[in-house]
C-alpha cells in the first residue's frame, strides 16, 4: 500500500503566500518524478509543476516565476511554495508520485486526496 498526504492549503488574500506539503509512505522502492495538479472547479485536472528524482524541474505558464517546487529524496516528501497568489489559483491541489513498489520494475502513478487553495479578500 502507498499514501500520499497533503497539507497546507487554506484561505489567503490575493497576493499572499501558501505552502503546501505532501508525503508518501507505505511500501516504496524508489519514489520517480512527483508533482502537485491542481483542478478549479468545472476544470479539468491540470500540472501545475512537476520535479524528477534529479531535481529538473518543469512549472506550467501561469505559475512560472510565483510557485518553487521542492523535494527530500530522503523523506519521501514534496513541496509547494506559492508566493504572489491570484483569485484564480483557487482549486483543489493533488500531489502526484510515480513510485516504484519493492519487487516491481516499473513505477505506477499514486495521487492524495487534495488539499482546498482558496485565493479570496
Known amino acids: 500500500q502507498v499514501q500520499l498526504v497533503e497539507s497546507g492549503g487554506g484561505l489567503v488574500q490575493p497576493g499572499g503566500s501558501l505552502r503546501l506539503s505532501c508525503v508518501a509512505s507505505?511500501?516504496?522502492?524508489?519514489?520517480?518524478?512527483m508533482g502537485w495538479y491542481r483542478q478549479a472547479p468545472g476544470k479539468q485536472r491540470d500540472l501545475v509543476a512537476v520535479i524528477s528524482r534529479d531535481g529538473t524541474t518543469n512549472y506550467a505558464d501561469s505559475v512560472k516565476g510565483r510557485f518553487t517546487i521542492s523535494r527530500d529524496n530522503a523523506k519521501n516528501t514534496v513541496s509547494l511554495q506559492m508566493n504572489s497568489l491570484k483569485p484564480e489559483d483557487t482549486a483543489v491541489y493533488y500531489c502526484?508520485?510515480?513510485?516504484?513498489?519493492?519487487?516491481?520494475?516499473?513505477?505506477?502513478?499514486?495521487w492524495g486526496k487534495g488539499t482546498l487553495v482558496t485565493v479570496s479578500s
Open positions: 507505505g511500501s516504496i522502492f524508489r519514489i520517480n518524478a
Open positions: 502526484n508520485a510515480n513510485i516504484v513498489r519493492p519487487g516491481f520494475f516499473y513505477g505506477m502513478d499514486y
